[in-house]
C-alpha cells in the first residue's frame, strides 16, 4: 500500500491539553501537506483553524472528552457549538459506565441525541475498547449500527490502551454493512497503520504516522 494511500485515511490528531496555536496550525500545515483525512482538534481551535484554512482540510473535534461521563444534554450542545464554529466532523465518547450497567438503550437515545445535533456531519462513536468486555464491545457495534452514526471508533488514546488488531478484528465482524470503523490511539507505526487498513479500519487517528513518513522523507 502506497503511504500516501495510509495518509489519507488517518486523522493526523493533537489533543493534549497543553496544545498551542502555534501547534495546531503546524498540524494543520502537515494536514494539508500530507493529504490526511482531517485533522483532530480540540473544539476550542475549531473557529480560527476553520477561519485560516477554511475548505482546504477537514476538520474533526472530540465532545464528551476524554471520560464519556458528561450528560446527554452537555454533549449535544458540545456537537452543535462546534458544528456552528465549522467542524466537519465529530467523535464523541460513549458514557462507559451506563454500558457497564447493561443500560444499552440509554447509550443509544444518546448516541442518536448527539447525533441530530450534529447537523448532518459525520459523527464517530468512540467505545473505549480497553475497558470493554468482548460482549459489550459486540452490543455496542449493535447499538452503533442502530444510531444513524457513520463510524464506531475503538479508543480515545487517553486511557490504559488504545486499539489493537484483535479489537478491530471483532468490530468489523459486528457492525452493520455500511458502519465503518476508525481505530485509534497508539499507532505509532505505518506498518501497523497499513495492517489496521487491511483488517478493515476505514480511519486511523494517530499523531505519529506523518511524523514517520517525514522521517523517511516523503
Known amino acids: ?8 485515511k488517518c486523522d493526523h490528531t493533537l489533543l493534549a491539553p497543553d496544545a498551542t496555536r ?11 501537506k500530507y493529504g490526511v483525512a482531517s485533522v483532530c482538534i480540540p473544539a476550542s481551535f475549531v473557529k480560527e483553524v476553520k477561519a485560516k484554512y477554511g475548505d482546504s482540510l ?3 473535534t472530540v465532545i464528551g472528552f476524554p471520560c464519556g461521563y458528561s450528560t446527554k444534554e452537555a454533549k449535544c450542545f458540545e456537537a452543535s457549538d462546534a458544528v456552528k464554529n465549522g467542524a466537519d466532523e465529530i467523535d464523541m465518547v460513549i458514557n462507559i459506565g451506563k454500558v457497564k450497567d447493561g443500560e444499552y438503550d440509554c447509550v443509544l437515545d444518546e448516541i442518536k441525541a448527539v447525533k441530530n445535533a ?4 459525520l459523527l464517530k462513536v468512540i467505545i473505549e475498547t480497553c475497558l470493554l468486555t468482548d460482549g459489550e464491545k459486540k452490543e455496542m457495534c ?3 449500527s442502530e444510531s444513524g452514526a457513520e463510524y464506531i471508533k475503538t479508543s480515545t488514546g487517553f486511557s490504559k490502551g488504545g486499539a489493537t488488531f484483535e479489537d478491530v478484528e471483532l468490530i468489523v465482524k459486528n457492525v452493520a454493512p455500511g458502519v465503518k470503523v476508525k481505530a485509534a490511539g497508539g ?4 506498518e501497523d497503520a497499513e495492517k489496521f487498513i487491511e483488517l478493515g479500519a476505514s480511519r486511523l487517528g494517530t499523531s505519529r504516522v506523518v511524523k514517520a513518513a517525514k522521517e523517511r522523507g516523503i
Request: charge should be negative.
Open 22 to 32: 502555534e501547534q495546531i496550525f503546524a498540524l494543520c500545515d502537515d494536514g494539508i
Open 118 to 121: 450534529c447537523g448532518g456531519k
Open 58 to 60: 477537514k476538520v474533526c
Open 1 to 8: 500500500m502506497e503511504i500516501k494511500d495510509i495518509l489519507s
Open 142 to 144: 449493535r447499538v452503533v
Open 187 to 190: 499507532i505509532s507505526s505505518i
